[in-house]
């Protein structure tokens, strides 16, 4: 079946620094989601990508999707106090989610 | 975005013992799941919940072990029976709105974190 892998599994980051979360897949994925997860809360959505290659911005979140649709990475820059928790990349089949492990980001300020 | 209850927030249960989890949407949807996230894990779906229907169960999980009710649009169950420790994790039920802009986004509930001793 789909598998999604995630790294790094943790992500120790200074206050004002940039980091980057990847997800790869075992198989071509269709579309693929992202999701975050406050320490003690419940995942939420952040971003569905589509398209071969495609780059979406939130802010200070860029997502972006492989070219083969097989990979897709995270890049927080400037990170902040409110970017703590789990980040999840997701890979999508018939409404299934495939969950990728997970990136769990502290900072220290 | 889709207001999404579940019932008990978190519990203590003895070994052998079943729970039952209420998950309560504002509005009617087609598409709910229940997915099971142990400590310090990711999330592993353990069904679809079909309304009118058995529910659709990945592999590893059994009907038996895990029973689940979708009587109408709105609302779910999904029971842990005979339970053992290694049923300790945050239950989460998560639907599909129908109004959706963005196809197959899921909307999760706030978790039952069950711990068994």
Redesign the interface.
């Known amino acids: 079946g789909q598998q999604v892998m995630q790294i790094p599994q943790y992500q120790h980051v200074q206050e004002g620094e940039d980091f980057t979360t990847y997800c790869n897949s075992s198989t071509t994925l269709s579309n693929i989601q992202w999701y975050k997860q406050r320490p003690g809360g419940h995942p939420v959505f952040l971003i569905q990508l589509v398209k071969s290659g495609e780059v979406k911005k939130q802010k200070r979140l860029t997502f972006q999707f492989g070219e083969a649709k097989k990979n897709s990475s995270l890049h927080i820059t400037a990170t902040q106090t409110t970017d703590v928790g789990t980040y999840f990349c997701a890979g999508i089949n018939d409404y299934k989610l495939s969950f990728g492990a997970g990136t769990t980001v502290t900072v220290r300020a | 975005s889709a207001v999404i209850s579940q019932k008990p927030s978190r519990d203590i249960c003895q070994r052998g013992t079943s729970l039952t989890i209420q998950c309560q949407v504002d509005s009617q949807v087609t598409?709910m799941?229940w997915y099971r996230q142990q400590p310090g894990?990711?999330?592993?779906?353990i069904a679809?919940a079909n309304q009118g229907s058995e529910a659709t169960y990945?592999?590893g999980f059994v009907i038996d072990k895990f029973p689940i009710s979708r009587p109408n649009l709105t609302f779910s169950t999904l029971t842990v029976s005979n339970m053992s420790p290694e049923d300790s994790s945050i239950y989460?039920c998560s639907v599909?709105p129908p109004w959706t802009t963005?196809?197959?986004?899921?909307?999760?509930?706030?978790?039952t974190r069950l711990l068994v001793l």
């Not at chain 2, 894990?41 to 779906?45: E, I, K, N, R």
């Open positions: 598409m799941f894990q990711s999330l592993t779906l679809t990945e592999s989460l599909v963005l196809w197959e986004t899921q909307y999760f509930g706030p978790g």
